[in-house]
């Protein structure tokens, strides 16, 4: 922490051994100067955090019961996880291809903000239906820092996103732009703002959304916003980020018990694979882990497909899908019957 601190614009003072001082030199209109007082205990401890003029005096005896924050000691150097950084500081901290970042608010603002939440060019790529969309991704400034790994919300160029599927794109207003395409059928898109960066000049619309802007002739729009409009899907597989309209047939969902179970050879580890054929009690914790994930990835998003035959046998819940799903997947392991109406019928429980 003192590290951050000392080489970004603040200072670490520490009364030893357990009271820390942080000042960040970066005013902030409603809290002035940032200045963090922390009484910590132990080694590993809760501490407590007071700003600006609140701060006690280092003698004082202020305790931190009950406020879940850890540090730890170790030859007098004081560590914090990364993710607290920003519950300390006024920083901003993400992740990008596998590093950390770590910026002041006014550097960040000045060197890689284009306007409002427009923030940071990310090592990331969009895709439409499998399309590679040619447009760089960027940050939203206002995305959890540390804590959140989605993307839905950052930020891509709009029309080289259509054109990847031949989109007709007309404006039939300043701020209104017209998209028709086979995938989708005609779709709008409302910006908030029209920008001109050379002026300064900005043009708010009311009628617009926040998430889409105009600026210097580029339409930057937050991805989720596409999604929205095709009444679409998205997902996210490592540093790539999909949309996929609803027509189109999704080669990484399954749409029998026999393609879901190929798929689940291939993305599962051998581990796990070997605990879901052994089908002791425990595996009942998979319906927080890999059935939170066949939900999220092959029912929420796309109904019409194994979720549809399941439908059809009058089996409606997501939760009881995607349990069916890893109990059909047990008995194929396991080289006994798997079809959808087997395990439906089989009242299977481990």
């Not at 959140?148 to 701020?175: K, M, Q, R, W």
């Not at 089908?279 to 319906?287: A, F, P, Q, T, V």
Request: hydrophobic share 40%.
């Amino acid at each position: 922490m003192q590290t951050i601190i000392e080489k970004t614009v603040g200072e670490f003072h520490w009364v030893y051994p357990n009271v820390i001082y942080l000042t960040n030199h970066s005013y902030n209109s409603e809290l002035g100067y940032q200045n963090i007082f922390m009484k910590l205990e132990y080694g590993f401890a809760p501490y407590q955090v007071f700003w600006g003029d609140n701060c006690p005096d280092p003698g004082s005896s202020v305790r931190a019961s009950g406020i879940e924050r850890t540090y730890l000691l170790i030859d007098d150097l004081v560590y914090f996880p990364l993710c607290e950084v920003p519950r300390l500081t006024n920083f901003i901290i993400f992740t990008d291809a596998g590093d950390v970042f770590i910026y002041t608010p006014d550097f960040y603002e000045a060197n890689h903000t284009i306007f409002e939440d427009i923030g940071r060019e990310m090592s990331l790529t969009a895709h439409i239906n499998d399309i590679r969309i040619n447009s760089p991704v960027f940050r939203n400034a206002s995305s959890d820092n540390f804590w959140s790994n989605s993307f839905d919300y950052f930020f891509i160029l709009l029309i080289p996103a259509l054109e990847a599927v031949g989109a007709e794109i007309s404006f039939v207003e300043p701020n209104i732009i017209m998209a028709q395409a086979e995938e989708f059928g005609q779709i709008e898109f409302r910006a908030g703002a029209l920008v001109d960066t050379a002026t300064g000049t900005v043009t708010e619309f009311e009628d617009g959304t926040r998430g889409c802007f105009i600026i210097d002739g580029d339409i930057y729009i937050e991805f989720v916003m596409i999604r929205v409009a095709t009444e679409g899907a998205l997902r996210q597989l490592g540093n790539e980020m999909f949309v996929y309209t609803p027509n189109f047939e999704r080669s990484d969902v399954p749409s029998t018990m026999e393609e879901a179970y190929v798929l689940l050879n291939d993305l599962l580890e051998p581990d796990l694979i070997a605990f879901i054929k052994e089908g002791n009690e425990d595996i009942i914790m998979l319906h927080i882990g890999l059935g939170m994930w066949i939900r999220n990835n092959w029912i929420y998003p796309v109904p019409g497909m194994i979720a549809q035959e399941f439908v059809e046998r009058g089996v409606t819940h997501p939760d009881s899908i995607s349990w069916y799903i890893i109990l059909g997947y047990h008995e194929y392991l396991n080289g006994r019957p798997s079809d959808i109406d087997s395990i439906i019928g089989s009242n299977l429980w481990f």
